[in-house]
């Protein structure tokens, strides 16, 4: 009697592409959604807290509910999205015409919510900044559900999603790489453009200034260039199945969403995602206070200097550990990846501990020379503040490539309890744990800032508040990260059960798709 295994193989058509492997070519250019995707998720949040809160002035509370708005806003509308793309009917697809269109509308949005009027009101500030933001994540969300989703049934190898999601990480991590650079990238332009010989001495409207060109950069390039690629170059591997089993009727949204629900190991990837981000952004956005306020005397652009060798670094520890990501997940199982990431975090916070604290950082960051910049690497050397990155670059790579190469894992299970593909849908609910949790933890820092007496008008604050924002950079790192290794023991889909799935499926339709 032959194997499920074997059963599958004499079925396979198409020229024996069972193993699902796809061409370097088709892998690197819809990775490039990843950039587009990193820009749109991390540079409205980023650069929004330090234009508003350090550079206008306005309340950090006030300023965490404008940026949280947008994203319960991206939150809602992302399953709409979702269960949109999983029903279109097109020549082109049902997620190209939406990634193309979405990549236009977000490098011309994204320009516009910079363009504050200086002379409103910090309320007229911040409505601007609301209006335009819920224009930019509506855009956002036609643009990333539609491309996470065709990221999901590009291959139906269990191995070879983790490698798709490496590319779309790479290509993310580079985004990571730069999007902190608008700030202090855009400061640095214009003293040079008006002959300051430091950036401390540049106005507001200067500054603002600044920040205007580099977005628009950002946006035209960044999000629209890039953004495009995939739709030229992605292909829609699961559209003709997905025709064929709704036999042309569209699936309603509630059903949709129910459905999706009711799958338990997909429920355990949100919590997981819940957990990690609350965690990922206390630890990010404390660290950056620190770095302004405590290394560099509340100068925004120098402090954020510090912190853009600090992204630099996690991204460019991430982006050397995507081999190895997915070499654990060859060897092992993505789970196991997952425990190896959690148990990193962990250490990542005692490393934290040791290193942002006082006396570590005495030498002001200049590179105005030769001299100064060798003086500022040493500075940055002695400091140890390298040890961050190394420890703690590997954590939102995991997230990245693990999480959304499970998701795919788990959209397989679904069909086959379901009869029906929903990539679509499975990417916009998970998107929106996500975001939901980023929405949370702006919230969350902005009355944790106020209540342990942060002042943006002051240039050093109190001891007690340094000592407050570590604890709450390292504890709210290593606690939400032991209790995500403790819920990954229940994840029921191993890399056996997978296996099995994939092998079904492809029995029940007769053929294996490409």
Same mark, same amino acid.
């Given at each position: ?183 202090? *990238? ?219 190469? *499970? ?95 994939? *092998? ?11």
């Amino acid at each position: 009697m032959t194997t499920d295994r074997e059963t599958v193989k004499q079925a396979g058509v198409n020229g024996g592409a069972i193993g699902g492997k796809l061409s370097f070519k088709e892998k690197f250019s819809v990775g490039t959604g990843g950039l587009t995707v990193s820009l749109g998720n991390q540079s409205v949040r980023t650069t929004g807290q330090g234009v508003l809160n350090m550079i206008l002035g306005i309340n950090a509370f006030w300023v965490g509910i404008v940026l949280a708005i947008p994203l319960l806003w991206d939150a809602i509308t992302d399953p709409i999205m979702g269960n949109l793309s999983d029903n279109f009917k097109s020549k082109f697809g049902r997620r190209r015409p939406f990634i193309m269109l979405g990549a236009v509308l977000m490098g011309i949005t994204f320009a516009s919510i910079w363009l504050i009027p200086m002379g409103w009101s910090d309320a007229g500030k911040l409505a601007w900044f609301l209006t335009t933001s819920l224009l930019f994540y509506t855009s956002y969300t036609i643009f990333s559900v539609p491309f996470i989703a065709m990221t999901y049934e590009m291959t139906p190898d269990y191995d070879e999603r983790t490698s798709v999601q490496g590319y779309v990480t790479f290509w993310n991590r580079l985004g990571e790489m730069t999007y902190m650079g608008l700030i202090p *990238l855009s400061a640095v332009f214009i003293a040079w453009r008006y002959g300051y010989t430091e950036s401390v001495e540049l106005t507001t409207m200067e500054r603002m200034e600044g920040i205007r060109i580099a977005a628009a950069l950002y946006g035209g390039l960044g999000m629209t260039l890039f953004g495009m690629l995939p739709a030229f170059f992605g292909k829609e591997r699961n559209y003709d199945i997905s025709i064929k089993e709704s036999q042309g009727k569209r699936e309603p949204f509630w059903q949709s969403a129910k459905m999706t629900l009711r799958n338990r190991a997909f429920a355990i990837l949100c919590t997981l995602a819940v957990f990690t981000i609350i965690a990922g952004m206390f630890a990010s956005n404390m660290d950056w206070y620190l770095l302004i306020f405590y290394l560099s005397d509340g100068d925004v652009a120098l402090g954020t200097q510090w912190k853009l060798f600090v992204t630099i670094g996690y991204a460019a520890v991430g982006i050397l550990g995507i081999p190895l990501i997915v070499w654990i997940t060859g060897k092992m199982t993505k789970i196991h990846g997952f425990m190896v990431i959690y148990g990193l975090m962990v250490l990542n916070a005692g490393v934290r501990w040791l290193v942002y604290r006082p006396g570590r950082f005495e030498t002001a960051l200049s590179w105005g020379s030769l001299e100064s910049a060798g003086a500022s690497l040493a500075a940055i050397f002695q400091s140890l503040i390298w040890l961050d990155p190394l420890t703690g670059g590997m954590f939102w790579i995991g997230v990245g490539v693990l999480g959304q190469s *499970l998701i795919a894992d788990v959209c397989d299970d679904d069909e086959l309890k379901n009869g029906h593909r929903r990539e679509g849908m499975f990417g916009a609910i998970y998107g929106w744990s996500m975001k939901a949790s980023f929405a949370i933890s702006f919230v969350m820092i902005g009355i944790f800032l106020n209540a342990i007496g942060f002042d943006p008008g002051l240039e050093s604050q109190t001891p007690q508040t340094y000592l407050n924002m570590r604890l709450a950079m390292c504890l709210g790192a290593a606690g939400p990260a032991v209790l995500c290794f403790l819920l990954l023991q229940f994840y029921p889909l191993t890399r056996e059960k997978a296996e099995e799935n994939r *092998l079904k499926l492809a029995a029940i339709r007769g053929e294996v798709n490409s």
